[in-house]
C-alpha cells in the first residue's frame, strides 16, 4: 500500500523527506547542543549546515531508488555528470548570480554608502560548493524533471522555488530571531522567498534547455558561494536593502529567460507549420 501511494505521489514524499530529515535534525542539535537564540556558537552552526544538505539529498536517492529503481540512479549519475554544453550554458551557471549580486552592490556603493561595497572573501566559495553538490541532486536531480513533465519552466521554477524557500524557514527562524526580534519575517521574506524563487525558475530554466544536473550544481554553488563572498559589512537594514535590490535583479533576469524560451518556441511552432 505504502508503495503505491509512493508512486502515486513521489513529490510529496519527496518534500516531506526533505524538510523532515533536515528539521529534524536541527532540532536534535538544538536540543543536545545547548543551543541558544541570542548567541549560535560555530558547532551547532556547522551541524545545522550538515543537516540542512542531508534532507534533499537523501530524500532524492531514496525517493529514486524506491520509485525507479537501479535504472532510476543510474539515470541520475548521466545527467549528473552531463557536462559536454556549449560555454554559454556555462557562462550562465558560472556567471549568473557573481554579475547580478556585484552590479547591486556596486549601485548601492556609489549612489547610497561606501559601506555596501562587497568585502571579497574568496575561501568561502568553497561552502557554496559543497552546498550546490548536495542539495541539487535532489532539488535538480529528482524533482524539476517531474514538475517540467507536468508544468512549463516558469510554473515548475516557481513552485520549487517555493518549496525552496520554505525549507530554509526554520534555520532562518533559529538565527536571526535573537538579532532582529520580529523582524526575522522580513530577512526571510526579502532573501529567501523573494530571491531564492526567481533564482530557482532561472536554474530550471537552464535544466529545461540541457538536462544538466552538474550545472544545477555549478549554479548553486555560484549563487551561495559567491554571495558568501562578497557579503558586505552592512547593518541589517542595509542589508534587507541591497538584497532586496538583488532580488529584484534576479525577477528581472528570470523573466528575460522565460521571455526567450517563450519566443523561441513561437518561432518554432511558426517555421513548423
Request: net charge positive; hydrophobic share 55%.
Amino acid at each position: 500500500m505504502t508503495h503505491s501511494w509512493l508512486r502515486r505521489y513521489p513529490m510529496l514524499f519527496y518534500f516531506a523527506m526533505a524538510f523532515g530529515i533536515s528539521w529534524s535534525g536541527i532540532l536534535v542539535i538544538v536540543e543536545t547542543t545547548g543551543f541558544t537564540i541570542a548567541a549560535p556558537t560555530p558547532l551547532a552552526t556547522g551541524l545545522f549546515f550538515v543537516a540542512m544538505l542531508l534532507g534533499p539529498s537523501i530524500g532524492g536517492l531514496a525517493i529514486i531508488r524506491l520509485v525507479d529503481g537501479r535504472a532510476g540512479l543510474l539515470e541520475l549519475r548521466a545527467r549528473l555528470f552531463n557536462w559536454q554544453l556549449g560555454a554559454g550554458w556555462y557562462a550562465v551557471a558560472l556567471l549568473a548570480a557573481p554579475i547580478c549580486l556585484v552590479t547591486v552592490l556596486l549601485l548601492f556603493s556609489f549612489f547610497v554608502s561606501p559601506t555596501f561595497f562587497p568585502k571579497f572573501q574568496w575561501p568561502l566559495l568553497v561552502v557554496g560548493l559543497i552546498a550546490g553538490s548536495f542539495e541539487e541532486i535532489g532539488w535538480t536531480g529528482f524533482a524539476t524533471p517531474r514538475l517540467l513533465a507536468r508544468h512549463g519552466i516558469g510554473r515548475s521554477g516557481l513552485q520549487l522555488g517555493l518549496v525552496w524557500a520554505l525549507w530554509h524557514l526554520l534555520v532562518v527562524y533559529l538565527f536571526t530571531l535573537g538579532a532582529m526580534g520580529e523582524a526575522w519575517i522580513w530577512s526571510f521574506a526579502i532573501v529567501y522567498l523573494a530571491t531564492l524563487t526567481p533564482y530557482r525558475i532561472l536554474m530550471t530554466w537552464v535544466y529545461a534547455h540541457t538536462r544538466s544536473v552538474m550545472l544545477a550544481v555549478l549554479m548553486h554553488a555560484s549563487y551561495t558561494g559567491w554571495l558568501l563572498v562578497v557579503f558586505p559589512a552592512t547593518s541589517s537594514s542595509q542589508s534587507l536593502a541591497w538584497q532586496a535590490g538583488f532580488a529584484a535583479t534576479l525577477w528581472i533576469v528570470a523573466g528575460l529567460a522565460l521571455r526567450k524560451s517563450a519566443t523561441a518556441e513561437l518561432y518554432e511552432k511558426a517555421t513548423n507549420r
